[in-house]
């Protein structure tokens, strides 16, 4: 049989591929370097953002709690649990919102070091920051599309019930 098989597989020729010497790690070309060091001070803007309104919304929920036992303490139960059950809440949504901030900021960290560098686990650092702080949203979106339905759901619900009554 002849090499001319025109249903096998194509083959490519890495005769002329490289790799680093023994104890090196490819370098990263100037281009990269630049495009992601223009973009690492808006990174770093963006996580103290993050930070910041996460450190916000915690102070937040800790005054209404506090703000909830005084409530309760003083007889005003019904006033008391509510501001009980937002402090929770904020309290949690805190810990939601710091998150992705800190895998911007790890993220921020090996473009730092990246330009310092310019080794390739470095930017492969930086990637899986990047990937981390990206997935971390992809799930926080989707949980909030889910409980916007349920609560249009409840909603729904309780005025069909309020309707009735």
Known sequence: MDGNNAFAAPEADFSAVREPPAGRSAQ????????????????????????????????????????GVFL????????????????????????????????????AGSMDSLVQSRDVREL?????????FWKSIGILMLGSIVLSILMVVVIGVLAGIGALQ
């Open 28 to 67: 990263v070309t100037s281009p990269i370097v630049e495009s992601l060091n223009g973009t690492r001070t808006w990174v770093r803007v963006m996580a103290f953002f993050g930070f910041f309104g996460g450190g916000m919304t915690l102070l937040g929920g800790v005054f209404m709690l506090g703000l």
């Open 124 to 132: 492969e650092a930086a990637m899986e920051h990047q990937r981390k």
């Open 72 to 107: 309760m303490a003083t007889g005003s139960t019904a006033e008391g649990g509510i501001n009980l059950a937002v402090g929770a809440l904020y309290t949690v949504m805190s810990f939601v919102y710091l998150l992705p901030s800190i895998f911007l900021w790890r993220y």
